[in-house]
């Protein structure tokens, strides 16, 4: 990997005079990437994939990895997904620098093999068509796992850091980001309530611990406002009664249709009625509109990760 630095475990230290040879050869990471100067194994959602050397030429169809090597300097992206709503500090891959290659969700196959890429990389939309784009190129998947989303999503932004020679930059703002994440839910977070919704279309769904928002409970301390909330990526359907009977200290808002370009009302206009209004949360200003793009779009890159840890703290501070 780039900047010749591997990890050497105890082995390595038992022997100290074939520590040359190791770092040759290389030794296994605790962060599922594993190998030499010549080559790596990457474990990741799907099995594991063996690359040759640091990926020169990479194509991403995922939102939160493209953010975490843009933020991380790394160069020799060839290929993006086409995005009608790019995230603004996303924008310069929306230029014809970078080759379009079909939706999150749907490859486009063939402009992807015409890029001849050393790594594919896939995540949650695009996971399906890791098989395909497999046998294109070395492919991972760095899907996150919801029901866990904070540990799953600092392992696969390790992941990067160890494949493109970044450990050390990744490592320390990883290490900030745990240690904001124990400040926030030890700063009295607990002793309120709260209840995590996403608007779209004029319909509302509620999410717990466990679920891809789940970080604001299983993280940063925040008592659930209602037990019993499904894990599913979809939410539970709920209405503004529903957020009456509740009650919650504090309302935490995701705006789907702001967070894609959707035309429509906003999550603001959704939520202004009696019922809403009448809680506790939009009494004593606990009602918390989040960042629609940091949660529903790139929540899984490092940037994100940081920007909605420090959100959530400032609501609870």
């Not at 890791?130 to 070395?138: C, D, M, N, T």
């Not at 406002?225 to 909330?229: F, K, N, P, R």
């Not at 899984?300 to 940081?306: A, I, K, V, Y």
């Given at each position: 990997?780039?900047?010749?630095r591997?990890?050497?475990?105890?082995?390595?230290?038992l022997?100290?005079g074939l520590?040359g040879l190791l770092?040759?050869?290389?030794?296994e990471t605790?962060t599922g990437a594993?190998g030499?100067?010549?080559?790596?194994?990457?474990?990741?959602?799907?099995?594991?994939?063996?690359?040759?050397?640091?990926?020169?030429?990479i194509?991403v169809?995922d939102l939160?990895v493209?953010?975490t090597?843009d933020?991380?300097?790394v160069e020799?992206i060839v290929?993006?997904p086409?995005?009608a709503?790019l995230?603004?500090?996303?924008?310069?891959y929306?230029?014809?620098?970078?080759t379009?290659?079909?939706?999150?969700k749907?490859?486009d196959?063939?402009?992807v093999?015409?890029l001849?890429?050393?790594?594919?990389i896939?995540?949650a939309?695009?996971?399906?068509a890791?098989?395909?784009?497999?046998?294109?190129?070395?492919t991972v998947?760095?899907?996150v796992?919801?029901?866990?989303?904070?540990?799953?999503?600092?392992?696969?932004i390790?992941t990067?850091?160890?494949l493109?020679g970044?450990e050390?930059?990744?490592?320390?703002?990883?290490?900030?980001l745990a240690?904001?994440a124990e400040?926030?839910a030890?700063?009295?977070?607990?002793?309120?309530?709260?209840?995590?919704?996403?608007t779209?279309g004029?319909?509302?769904?509620?999410?717990g611990?466990g679920?891809?928002?789940g970080?604001v409970?299983?993280n940063?301390?925040?008592?659930p406002?209602?037990?019993?909330?499904s894990?599913d990526?979809h939410?539970?359907a709920?209405?503004s009664?529903f957020?009456?009977?509740?009650n919650?200290d504090?309302l935490?808002?995701?705006?789907?249709?702001?967070?894609?370009?959707?035309?429509?009302e906003s999550a603001?206009q959704?939520?202004d009625?009696?019922?809403v209004n009448g809680?506790t949360?939009?009494?004593q200003?606990g009602?918390?509109y989040?960042?629609p793009?940091q949660w529903?779009?790139?929540s899984?890159?490092?940037?994100?990760?940081?920007a909605m840890?420090t959100a959530?703290?400032?609501?609870?501070?």
């Open positions: 990997m780039r900047g010749g591997h990890r050497r475990g105890a082995f390595a230290v022997l100290a520590v770092a040759a050869c290389g030794g605790d594993a030499g100067e010549g080559s790596l194994t990457v474990e990741h959602a799907q099995g594991s994939t063996s690359l040759e050397g640091t990926p020169e030429r194509v169809f939160g493209l953010e090597l933020d991380l300097g020799g290929g993006v086409e995005v709503n995230p603004e500090h996303l924008g310069e929306a230029s014809d620098d970078y379009k290659v079909g939706s999150l749907e490859p196959f063939e402009q093999n015409a001849e890429p050393d790594l594919i896939v995540a939309r695009s996971a399906p890791y098989g395909e784009l497999s046998e294109i190129a070395p998947d760095l899907s796992d919801t029901t866990n989303f904070l540990a799953s999503a600092t392992e696969r390790e990067l850091g160890e493109f970044k050390d930059a990744v490592r320390d703002r990883l290490d900030a240690a904001k400040e926030v030890s700063s009295g977070a607990g002793d309120r309530t709260g209840l995590v919704v996403l779209t004029g319909k509302l769904s509620a999410y611990p679920s891809r928002f970080i409970y299983d940063l301390g925040v008592k406002a209602v037990e019993g909330l894990a990526t939410g539970d709920i209405s009664e957020i009456a009977e509740a919650p504090l935490f808002v995701i705006d789907r249709d702001s967070a894609i370009g959707e035309a429509g603001k959704v939520l009625n009696a019922l809680t949360a939009a009494e200003g009602i918390v989040l960042d793009t529903y779009l790139t899984n890159g490092l940037p994100s990760l940081e840890v959530v703290g400032d609501s609870v501070a």
